[in-house]
């Protein structure tokens, strides 16, 4: 069989701001409660970084973390591909703060903006770097604080969300080809852009000049969330040449645990191996998934060798999903 490049993780990190806000935190300035807020969404807790704290510390924290679980350290890094809709700035991109953070060399650093799906995105785009051997050692990050975007006067929204980064290390492994290659093994990437007045944020550089405030028509994204994830899994599965049914973990953005189910149920996936964080992290969008992923190996769930079936739908809107071989 014909050798082939494959873009490994090599080692996985997360971060959560210290800060932690309960439902009934929330209750005491907004009209909700603790019932509604589990029983709709499967959220009891969010973290949420201070203002002091800005996105591309989170995103180090995590990459600190991934560096160290791949035994490796911030002077091997020759590209950063941060995951965000909550950069620091307008510009410059948070990969390059992170890279001047850690202290890497000159390299290749860049960020990617597709809202939720923003790790599954990040992490095809950079497959093409390190399976084409143009980068050794890479880091993807998915980083926000969406917090920030929060409009705290719109019970349907600031419920939803959380701050937080995770992180992983890719790094170029030859493969034999086939499915029992460690690596980024397929994925399948959507965005419909039709669909961007039900999930969007009201505020741009080159509109008003704002940061602006989210806005979402939930029951509207809710509607297209499991139809949409479900397409994307099994394109991806078909691209990778797996069965939907041999993966071992599901590691689904963590939106709403009614999707994460209803996404399970139509492809037939067991809920025992649908990794949910929902409950402690709420939705952290570009980050849920690698935090996710962070939470799964420390506890042991998630082994080496071990297949995984990442997906996430988000702003834009835009979609997609990725097997990948620990
Ligand atoms: O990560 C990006 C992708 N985002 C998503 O995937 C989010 C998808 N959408 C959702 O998760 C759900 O649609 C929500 C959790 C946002 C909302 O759940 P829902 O079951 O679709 O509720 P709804 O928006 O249809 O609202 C039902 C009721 C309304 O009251 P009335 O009009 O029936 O009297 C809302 O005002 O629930 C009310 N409501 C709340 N009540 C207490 C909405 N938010 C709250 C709240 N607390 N926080």
Redesign the pocket.
């Known amino acids: 069989m014909t050798k082939v490049l494959r873009s490994v993780v090599t080692g996985v990190g997360g971060y959560l701001p210290e800060r932690v806000v309960t439902n009934d935190d929330l209750a005491k300035f907004v009209d ?2 603790d019932e ?2 589990v029983e ?2 499967g959220i009891r807790q969010r973290h949420r970084a201070p203002d002091d704290q800005p996105v591309s510390e989170l995103a180090v924290n995590a990459a600190r973390k991934a560096l160290a679980a791949a035994g490796r350290t911030p002077a091997d890094v020759d590209l950063i591909v941060v995951a965000t809709t909550t950069a620091d700035l307008t510009f410059p991109a948070v990969a390059t703060i992170v890279q001047r953070k850690l202290g890497c060399p000159i390299g290749i650093a860049f960020d990617v903006q597709a809202v ?1 799906s923003g790790f599954v995105y990040a992490m095809a785009v950079a497959d093409g770097f390190v399976a084409r051997d143009r980068s050794k050692c890479a880091l993807v990050i998915g980083a926000e604080t969406m917090t920030r975007l929060m409009d705290w006067t719109d ?2 929204t600031c ?2 969300f959380g701050d937080g980064a995770g992180a992983v290390v890719l790094e170029p492994v030859a493969g034999e080809g086939t499915i029992v290659d460690r690596g980024l093994l397929g994925f399948a990437l959507r965005a419909d852009g039709t669909k961007q007045d039900m ?1 969007y944020v009201d505020g741009g550089p080159s509109t008003n000049g704002q940061v602006g405030k989210l806005r ?1 028509q ?2 509207q ?2 509607r297209h ?1 499991v139809v949409n994830i479900s397409e994307a899994v099994t394109a991806a599965a078909a691209d990778a040449g797996i069965e939907v049914s041999s993966v071992d973990w599901f590691i689904p ?1 963590q ?2 645990i009614r ?1 994460l189910e209803g996404v399970a149920r139509r492809l037939g996936i067991d809920e025992k191996k649908v990794i949910t964080t929902l409950s402690e992290h709420a ?1 952290t ?1 570009a980050a849920s998934i690698p935090l996710a992923l962070d939470q799964a190996i420390n506890d042991g769930r998630i082994k080496p060798g071990h297949l995984l079936l990442l997906e996430a ?2 702003g834009g809107f835009t979609w997609g999903a990725c097997v990948v071989r620990l």
Do not use: D, E, P, Y
């Open positions: 909700t409660n509604w807020i709709r969404t939720c019970r349907g419920v939803l999930l979402m939930g029951n994204v809710f969330a953005h939106a709403n999707i939705n969008s739908m988000g």
